[in-house]
């Protein structure tokens, strides 16, 4: 045989040996992608975080993958599932907002069909996403989908438009009238005490707890708008700052917000901060309530 033919032929051999295993490659690729689902990642900005997508379908112990890298904090609530999912120690699982993280990601798997409703530890119904789980017999595959519009809660600036903060002082998201807050004693102005200039690396306040407020969860974020935290750039609010009392007692509830550092040398470079305040309290079977107030801070 000649040279030539030799390698011909065997040059035809490892041709029809690669398309075997591409061939098998085909097969096994649409199978793995059905069993795994995601990302869901936690998004948007203040008032408005959302889950992405909302919606995504999975197989019976199929694995969806969840993460945040927000920078804001975020954890995940099952609520009712078909069965608890298995999630790895990376997704912060929990009913309050103690299990939440700024940067975290991980995954979970789901062993029973039916639809699994999430919430986040923080933001609750506001901000809630589904994982729909498929009989194994089921030939639909791993989608990913944001038909439905999420429901907020009212935005924090005064008027309902524009981009700049609050007056300071202003009380941008108080229940309306003939809806007082039980959570509250008293009406939202007198009940919520935070003043309008502060001096210091923290901001300090209070909140007036009614007995039925007894054992609700409250949460002060602070934020400032980007610009004012550096030379230049656009101007978008950011956080820099945040407290948590997994349990209230009825009466007086004083806290002191903490600046985080890069707020700190802002402070220290312009002599001046104006604070962005949302105090947040929820309680299992009452609506939550939000309240916003706007400090002027120096050193």
């Given at each position: 045989m000649?040279?030539?033919e ?6 035809r ?5 690669l398309?075997?295993?591409l061939g098998?490659?085909?097969?096994v690729m ?16 203040p ?5 992405s997508?909302?919606?995504?379908e ?10 945040n ?15 608890e ?10 009913t309050?907002?103690a ?7 991980g ?6 069909a039916?639809e699994?409703v999430?919430?986040c530890t ?6 809630s ?13 791993v ?9 907020y ?5 005064p008027g ?29 102005s007198?009940a ?13 306040g ?5 007995p039925a407020g ?6 002060v ?8 935290l ?9 956080p ?7 349990h ?5 509830v ?8 890069k707020?700190?040398?802002a402070?220290?470079r312009h002599?001046?901060?104006?604070v962005t305040?949302?105090?947040t ?6 609506k ?12």
């Amino acid at each position: 045989m000649a040279p030539s033919e030799h390698a011909r032929r065997w040059r035809r051999w490892l041709l029809l040996c690669l398309a075997g295993v591409l061939g098998a490659a085909v097969v096994v690729m649409p199978a793995l992608a059905s069993s795994e689902g995601g990302p869901i990642e936690a998004g948007g900005g203040p008032p408005y975080y959302a889950w992405s997508p909302m919606s995504v379908e999975a197989k019976v112990g199929g694995t969806v993958s969840f993460s945040n890298s927000s920078g804001v904090y975020h954890g995940i609530e099952w609520r009712s599932p078909p069965s608890e999912p298995h999630c790895t120690a990376g997704v912060p699982v929990g009913t309050t907002s103690a299990a939440s993280g700024t940067s975290w990601s991980g995954s979970c798997t789901f062993s029973k069909a039916g639809e699994y409703v999430f919430w986040c530890t923080v933001h609750r119904q506001y901000m809630s996403g589904k994982v729909i789980v498929k009989p194994n017999g089921e030939t639909t595959t791993v989608t990913s989908t944001s038909t439905s519009t999420p429901t907020y809660p009212p935005p924090t600036t005064p008027g309902g438009g524009g981009g700049n903060p609050p007056t300071p002082g202003y009380e941008t998201s108080a229940p309306t009238a003939g809806s007082a807050p039980a959570l509250l004693a008293g009406n939202a102005s007198s009940a919520v005490k935070v003043p309008a200039s502060q001096h210091g690396h923290a901001v300090h306040g209070s909140v007036a707890i009614s007995p039925a407020g007894e054992g609700a969860s409250l949460e002060v974020d602070l934020f400032a708008r980007s610009a004012g935290l550096a030379s230049a750039g656009h101007s978008t609010l950011v956080p820099i700052g945040r407290f948590v009392v997994a349990h209230v007692h009825a009466g007086s509830v004083r806290f002191s917000v903490a600046l985080t550092r890069k707020a700190r040398k802002a402070l220290a470079r312009h002599r001046r901060l104006t604070v962005t305040l949302r105090l947040t309290l929820h309680s299992t079977g009452a609506k939550a309530i939000t309240l916003t107030r706007t400090v002027l801070l120096r050193p």
